[in-house]
């Protein structure tokens, strides 16, 4: 079985309020890109990985006058994919939603949040003190996890949460210090959702559950400065520090990330830094699990045009991956 994770950048403005695919002359969010041609490369990419099951970031709006199911399922009739089903869950006001893209010849999906006492309905409140001041402060998620129920057609059962975790980016600074101030609000907020994502992890390694969460997490294990200021990263509070592997997930770029964390880094994102008029590489996108399917000897790979020579060695495909969004595919393939 094959399940990814996929950013896909402003995948809603791809389609109109019919939830009809758009292809034309007309420009997309991407630079220089038309809607015809995310579109055409999005197909492709799709088409590529040929995953079982997709958590899709950043999906088609899902509001009162559009259905980001409908626009997904329509993407999925158009190009011919056997991923004929999509999942969402709470919808959000972003217009990015986070959606479950699979084949119902090989998986059924249902939508099953959760909830406790220390780990409210991702669409609620969660309360902490973030900035250690003796008051608790409320926190939400601008885009709230899915949280999928998922069995194979063997009768397995798996539980898979899709995240796309709060942009630690300081937009709206007006100079250095705003910058700063701006950047450590927005981290401590970054981890807030972390802990409370790692709450429900927690409770479901415990009930002894097959599970993988995934997603774009806007963060990682050595990624910025203000990592030090706060000790870890949000991937590392949701991979889990203890150290019975019962209570861990596992995922291999961030383990080669923080074993080696001065080698070479695994990358799955590119962004262009206009002031610096160069790209920038991230790695924020992850697929962990738990350690039962760990113990399968999965595979993992990301679908980089530039670092994978299959990618690399396919023209067509190494083009569509740079039209189609500024993140890459990850894949995971494993035995079930």
Same mark, same amino acid.
């Given at each position: 079985m094959r399940i990814a994770t996929y950013n896909v950048e402003w %995948?809603?403005? /791809? %389609? +109109? +309020?019919?939830?009809? /695919?758009?292809? +034309? #002359?007309?420009w997309s969010s991407r630079y220089n890109v038309t809607k015809a041609m995310q579109a055409q490369a999005l197909g492709l990419v799709f088409h590529s990985i040929d995953a079982d099951a997709i958590m899709v970031i950043e999906a088609p709006d899902t509001s009162p006058n559009r259905s980001g199911r409908v626009a997904l399922e329509n993407f999925a009739e158009h190009f011919g994919l056997r991923t004929t089903n999509a999942l969402i869950g709470y919808d959000n006001d972003t217009q990015q939603e986070i959606a479950l893209l699979y084949d119902p010849n090989v998986v059924t999906a249902v939508h099953d949040p959760r909830q406790s006492a220390t780990a409210p309905h991702f669409d609620n409140t969660f309360r902490m003190d973030l900035d250690i001041d003796a008051k608790m402060d409320d926190v939400v998620f601008s885009k709230p996890p899915l949280e999928v129920a998922l069995t194979t057609k063997t009768g397995i059962e798996l539980r898979l949460i899709g995240a796309h975790l709060k942009s630690k980016a300081p937009h709206g600074a007006r100079n250095e210090a705003d910058a700063m101030r701006i950047s450590i609000a927005n981290r401590r907020k970054q981890l807030a959702q972390c802990i409370w994502l790692r709450r429900r992890v927690t409770e479901h390694l415990t009930a002894g559950d097959s599970m993988i969460v995934l997603g774009d997490f806007n963060d990682g294990p050595g990624l910025d400065g203000y990592e030090k200021l706060f000790g870890r990263s949000g991937v590392e509070i949701v991979l889990g520090q203890s150290d019975d592997p019962a209570q861990t997930l596992f995922d291999p770029h961030a383990q080669q990330i923080m074993t080696h964390p %001065? #080698?070479?880094?695994?990358?799955t994102s590119r962004f262009y830094v206009r002031p610096e008029k160069r790209y920038l590489n991230a790695m924020l996108d992850y697929i962990m699990v738990s350690a039962d399917l760990a113990a399968r000897s999965p595979k993992w790979h990301i679908w980089h045009p530039f670092d994978d020579p299959d990618c690399w060695n396919a023209p067509e495909l190494r083009e569509a991956l740079l039209i189609a969004s500024d993140h890459f595919p990850v894949t995971l393939d494993i035995d079930l």
């Open positions: %995948f809603t403005y /791809l %389609f +109109d +309020d019919a939830n009809n /695919l758009i292809q +034309d #002359g007309t %001065f #080698g070479a880094r695994p990358t």
